[in-house]
């Protein structure tokens, strides 16, 4: 069990960009979340797979938002056209089933300039 | 809807005294609850738990948590606070659905040598 493992740690790009971020979840686990977080505030929710379907996500995601998990292992979170509101950190976690901890990632933090 | 309000972003304590983090929640069924810490820079990782059975959660690193539902809380503790203890903590509530963790806005514990 090595963790659920986030790339890039750290991402800086100017404002009009698109970035893309990659989440490898822990390997037995089949539900994976991206939650965003800002600066004296709690990880919010922005959407969640179990294996490779997206069953949910949240009306904070704009259509700039898209995230990805094809093969129900590793997920990419797509933002096109940043803005510099977007910077943020962006958490991946998974967990064994709906009931179990969430296990998260060290966060892909972001600033758009 | 499930919620969890923490009360006091910013608890100071000293070395060797008692914490008490605060958490509040608003459920409509039987909730999970979740106590996690998030160190600089890093994820979140799980301090302790609630689903069923005893209400009385022991976690790592000395903490524990009460289930409460006729307070609809579930404080946090721990004895003694170390140095290392300096970090930022977050309750967690689930949905009935298991698909999102709701989290709170977060407590930042600082402690005095």
């Known amino acids: 069990d090595t963790g659920v493992s986030q790339n890039p740690r750290h991402k800086i790009t100017k404002r009009g960009q698109n970035v893309t971020f990659r989440c490898d979840p822990i390997s037995e686990h089949n539900r994976l979340y991206w939650y965003r977080q800002t600066l004296g505030q709690g990880p919010e929710f922005l959407t969640y797979f179990q294996n490779e379907a997206q069953l949910e996500k949240s009306r904070l995601l704009s259509d700039r938002f898209s995230a990805e998990r094809p093969k129900g292992s590793f997920s990419t979170l797509e933002i096109q056209r940043t803005e510099q509101g977007d910077s943020a950190m962006y958490l991946c976690?998974?967990?064994?089933?709906?009931?179990?901890?969430?296990?998260f990632g060290n966060g892909t933090r972001l600033t758009v300039t | 809807a499930q919620s969890v309000t923490q009360l006091g972003s910013h608890v100071s304590v000293s070395e060797g005294a008692l914490v008490l983090l605060r958490c509040n929640y608003s459920s409509s069924v039987p909730p999970y609850l979740f106590w996690y810490v998030q160190y600089p820079n890093q994820g979140l990782q799980l301090l302790l738990k609630y689903t069923t059975g005893a209400t009385l959660v022991k976690g790592i690193n000395g903490f524990e948590a009460e289930f409460k539902k006729s307070e609809t809380s579930f404080h946090l503790t721990k004895p003694s606070a170390h140095m290392s203890d300096a970090a930022e903590y977050f309750c967690?509530?689930?949905?009935?659905?298991?698909?999102?963790?709701?989290f709170g806005t977060g407590t930042s514990l600082t402690v005095i040598p």
């Open positions: 967690a509530v689930i949905t009935n659905t298991g698909n999102q963790f709701y």
């Open positions: 976690a998974s967990s064994l089933d709906s009931n179990s901890p969430l296990h």
